[in-house]
């Protein structure tokens, strides 16, 4: 196993299996992410939805469709249902679950101290109504929900001009509903708001059970698909790697073997092209150069052998002469004396 994932083919095998993990892990995350921006894209054009009717029964408000002159008389009449239809976040809020029949949302108006106890915020909804507070400028706001597994979208719902009407000062309860006990048409505590601030927020809550299911399931397809892809590359690399480098490479690991035991004329592989046919030129050369290396040095060693006879002969030669030298040399000088005797002679003549 070792040697597997220290050969060229393991090495290749670990790179691409961890490549294809990234390339899996990176395809699932970017299909969920998916899921959740689809999820919220819903989410908003729900809220969207439901902003527009606000609007259009604030229209109605204004055009003087809905009149508070009718509410009062409404209220007085006990007509709760009348007055709650007219109530733009409440026709908004309708037209919101309307929209997202089928869809497995949730549609919520939180809110701090609400009229309607299922407004009541939770500690997500909470800290986003927190933040809008603190940011007027804030005009959204997308929470992925790990506990609910599901994506919920906040817009903050400032009061208008209309509001007022029910949400604004009690002082005007006795002008605009006929009572003094600051209470509004529908029977609620006016909260003495005014124009402009936050009162609570639209939130849609969408379950992504269904649709990371549908991601998963795309993925999981898409993965089949990266794999297959994958395997193909890997099964073309391998075979490359086969047939250019490492089948060559190992006969010519067979060949340097031979060589270094002696068999000089073993032939080294040719016919790879690339990096590894220049590795077996390079073997080749090398080869052809040591033989010739080896081949002058037996020549030379033949040479050396001659040579050492004629040395030794030449040393007997010299041997030889060297004796008779010696005799020439003794005659030599006894009669460089006599010579010596005789030149000089006249002298001892003279003398004599
Ligand atoms: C005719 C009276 C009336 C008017 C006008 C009115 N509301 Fe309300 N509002 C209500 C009532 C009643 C409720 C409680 C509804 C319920 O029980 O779910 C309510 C609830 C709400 C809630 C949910 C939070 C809570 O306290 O439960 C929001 C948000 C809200 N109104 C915003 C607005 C905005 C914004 C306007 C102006 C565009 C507006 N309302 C105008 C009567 C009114």
Known sequence: MRKFLSSIVGQVFIQSIVVA??????????????????????????????????????????????????????????????????VPIVAAWKSALGASQGDKLKVKTPKFNPRNPDNEPDPIEASVLKEFAADPTLKEKYVHDKDLNAVRFFRPIRLTNDCMLCHGSPTLSEQYWGNKDGLDGTGYRMENLKEGDLHGAFEIIKDLTDSQKAATYSAGQGLIVLFAIIGLMLSGIFWVLRKKIIRPISQCVQAIEKFSQGDLTVSFPTGTTGEVGVLQGAMRTMQTKLRSILQSIDRYSENLAGASVELATTAKHLHENAASTKQTTATVSAATVCNRWLTQRPRFKNRY
């Open 21 to 86: 993990v990234a390339l899996a892990s990176l395809y699932y995350w970017s299909v969920q992410r998916d899921a959740r921006k689809q999820a919220s894209e819903q989410a908003n054009s729900i809220i969207q939805v439901a902003e527009a009717v606000r609007n259009d029964m604030a229209t109605k408000w204004s055009l003087g469709i809905f009149s508070q002159q009718e509410m009062k008389e409404w209220a007085a009449q006990g007509k709760k249902d009348h007055i709650l239809a007219s």
